[in-house]
């Protein structure tokens, strides 16, 4: 019995068929493993790392305490094997503001629609810390999913309910201004983490990979990111994650426990 030979056609359509599915794989590969955009920026021979988060594509949260047991994350690494227990593969993460001596956010903290922390507007001596340099801000992240960082007063002045939420300070950029409490020339040199929202629907974060002053973190984001309102989180112990990379920021002997954290997961 003879066999007819397959014709080029048919031979190409059975190739493609195997292939097919190895093909989808490998382009999912690729998409995850950079899972958000991030890229490296300079400014007066510095580098910073930046991290664009898409909220249609990329929902944004933060996170504090562990719902099981009630006891804070404390730290990126808890968090992610937390998301890894349940189904979830961490993209993204930065700790998200200013704490107290407690381990608790000092501001305003908003976790999935439930403030567990107050807005706080007091008036502290600015020698105590950032918080209490003026005007400090909110980041906010709300139901319909558009996010904004606004001064403290203003976001009061909104009464607008968040869905997520984390008062820090100082504010980096107010209005297109930078804040005028910096000093172009400070010699006061940290890691310093901050975050934007240049549309309602874009949320940027910026982390420097060397000590820098608050004067040059600002004019980043507002000469280099385009934002008009940058709020500043944190310095010294800030670090973020990168699925794939690893750590960016200061150095591991620097870090201390976190309060919030942001964090991007995905189903894994």
């Known amino acids: 019995m003879s066999v007819t030979p397959l014709s080029a056609r048919s031979r190409t359509s059975r190739l493609l068929a195997w292939l097919l599915p190895t093909l989808l794989v490998l382009a999912g590969c690729g998409r995850s493993a950079k899972a958000v955009d991030e890229e490296q920026r300079s400014l007066d021979g510095q580098s910073f790392r930046v991290v664009s988060i898409e909220l249609a594509r990329q929902p944004l949260g ?33 700790n998200a503001g200013i704490y107290d001596r407690r381990y608790a956010p000092l501001g305003l903290y908003v976790e999935n629609g439930k403030t567990l922390v107050p807005l706080n507007l007091a008036h502290g001596n600015p020698a105590a810390g950032n918080f209490s340099l003026r005007p400090n801000g ?8 558009h996010a904004a960082v606004r001064t403290s ?13 984390t008062q820090s300070g100082p504010m980096l950029v107010i209005g297109g ?11 006061s040199l940290k890691w310093r983490s901050g975050v934007c929202a240049p549309r309602p629907d874009r949320v ?3 982390i420097s990979e060397a000590p820098v002053n608050f004067h040059t973190f600002a004019r980043l984001f507002r000469d280099e990111l385009g934002c008009r309102d940058a709020l500043y989180l944190d310095g010294t112990i800030s670090q973020f994650y990168l699925d794939g ?3 960016a920021g200061a150095p591991p002997f620097m870090v201390k426990p976190y309060a919030g954290i ?7």
């Open 177 to 187: 201004e930078l804040n005028g409490a910096f000093v172009n020339d400070s010699e």
């Open 138 to 145: 909110v980041f906010a992240i709300y139901p319909d999913g």
């Open 262 to 268: 942001f964090a991007v997961f995905a189903p894994r």
């Open 245 to 247: 990379e690893g750590y």
């Open 62 to 94: 933060l996170y504090w305490r562990d719902p099981d047991s009630g006891q804070p994350y404390g730290d990126i690494e808890t968090l992610r094997q937390w998301g890894e227990a349940h189904g979830k593969r961490l993209l993204f993460a930065a």
């Open 153 to 165: 007063t203003d976001f009061k002045a909104d009464a607008r309910p968040a869905q997520w939420a």
């Open 204 to 206: 940027v974060f910026a």
